[in-house]
């Protein structure tokens, strides 16, 4: 990971706990001294209870209500998103919350008690839902109008009406940018779970088809030297040295499909083909180098899986006498299309469904915008695979 995507994580690890009860007692300290800056509101209440100005009973109800007020405000701060509460009790304590700061207001003299509305309204804000915050605000706003001009200065009344507003309205802003962090990073969790699965799709698929190709190869080469080697042992000291240049190559195969780098060519797999049929005693019908101009190189080495997975099934379950491959370009509705074809005239298939090398190529094909069909004909079984030529887009690829 680099430098800056760990600050990246550092940043949204901060974001994604604003609103959240700490974990610990560095978060616990870092988040009390953030909200005990924005209680510098309350230093108006508190100087008038300590000036002396009203009873005893009424001094002592106005430091008890101030602490309810306090405490019920710190409650919706550090556990509402952490521990969300539901909706109706929501609603209930941010009315509590208002009724109280309106009480201590008409109690005490809005003159000093008026910046309480402030808090109500960053708790409307922080709390609500964004469509029951947009009607909460105002509402507060007109509760400070209603209270605050029986009592307090004109001026001052305006100027908090501004600041209960804009406040409130930011504080929706702040919400929301944490919850979209929040689902930013459960999305780019997802995103990194689905790579994961694909990456572990693309090389279940790769080992599928190089070794089963190759160990179809290796089998075969060995039976055929097992049969020489009494009466032709220099045959069969060829096929033994086939076996290991087979069993190398599949060796360097499995180690460039599982660091990612193996993309086979179409006309190296021809090759490999033609290698493979004649080894097991098949006629092939192979065609010459194929015309790739304008086929995606992604494209070719899917269709190159693709003749790979044929051969293979061909060598190993069809017991046909002859196998014909083509390489054509044809234009059909969804565009030009470079088509590959085998059929052979064994009575061998596909068994009774789809096997893992067929979806696996059918996988394959989708990513680039192919089609693959598979099936018996009428004298043997077919395999047809075709990708787009041109400046065809590639559907959902991760190459």
């Known amino acids: ?188 969790a997802t995103v990194a779970q689905l790579a994961a699965n694909e990456e572990r799709l693309r090389l279940a698929r790769d080992l599928h088809d190089l070794l089963g190709h190759s160990l179809s190869l290796i089998t075969l080469k060995s039976e055929l030297a097992g049969r020489m080697l009494p009466d032709h042992p220099e045959k069969a000291a060829q096929q033994v040295a086939d076996i290991e240049q087979v069993s190398r190559q599949a060796l360097v195969d499995v180690r460039e499909a599982v660091t990612g780098y193996r993309r086979p060519r179409l006309s190296a797999e021809l090759a490999g083909a033609q290698v493979a049929l004649t080894a097991a005693g098949v006629t092939a019908d192979i065609p010459a180098e194929p015309d790739l101009t304008e086929v995606a190189e992604e494209s070719e080495s899917v269709l190159a899986w693709a003749l790979r997975e044929a051969v293979t099934n061909v060598v190993r379950h069809s017991g046909a006498g002859r196998c014909t491959v083509e390489v054509l370009r044809r234009q059909t509705l969804d565009g030009p299309m470079l088509e590959l074809s085998v059929e052979d005239d064994g009575s061998g298939g596909a068994g009774n469904g789809p096997g893992n090398g067929l979806t696996g190529l059918t996988e394959r094909l989708q990513k680039v915008g192919g089609t693959l069909e598979a099936g018996r004909v009428r004298r043997g079984f077919r395999l047809v695979a075709r990708v787009p030529v041109g400046a065809a887009v590639p559907v959902g690829s991760g190459a």
């Open 1 to 188: 990971m680099t430098e800056d995507q760990r600050s990246d994580e550092v940043r949204a690890e901060r974001l994604m706990r604003m609103g959240q009860p700490p974990r610990n007692r560095r978060e616990l300290l870092r988040k009390s001294l953030w909200i005990g800056v924005w209680l510098i509101f309350l230093s108006s209440p508190v100087q008038d209870l300590a000036a002396g100005r009203h009873t005893t009973g009424g001094t002592v109800a106005g430091w008890l209500g101030l602490a309810a007020f306090v405490g019920v405000y710190l409650s919706l701060v550090f556990r509402n998103v952490g521990r969300p509460y539901t909706q109706r009790f929501l609603v209930g304590i941010l009315g509590a919350l208002g009724a109280l700061a309106a009480l201590l207001n008409l109690t005490l003299g809005p003159s000093h008690w008026l910046g309480l509305f402030v808090y109500v309204s960053v708790a409307c804000g922080a709390t609500l839902p964004l469509r029951a915050a947009y009607w909460a605000i105002p509402a507060t706003a007109a509760v400070v109008a209603l209270v605050g001009f029986q009592g307090a200065a004109t001026d001052e009344v305006e100027n908090l009406l501004l600041l209960v507003v804009l406040i409130g309205y930011a504080m929706t802003g702040v919400g929301q940018l944490v919850r979209t962090t929040i689902e930013l990073r459960e999305a780019r």
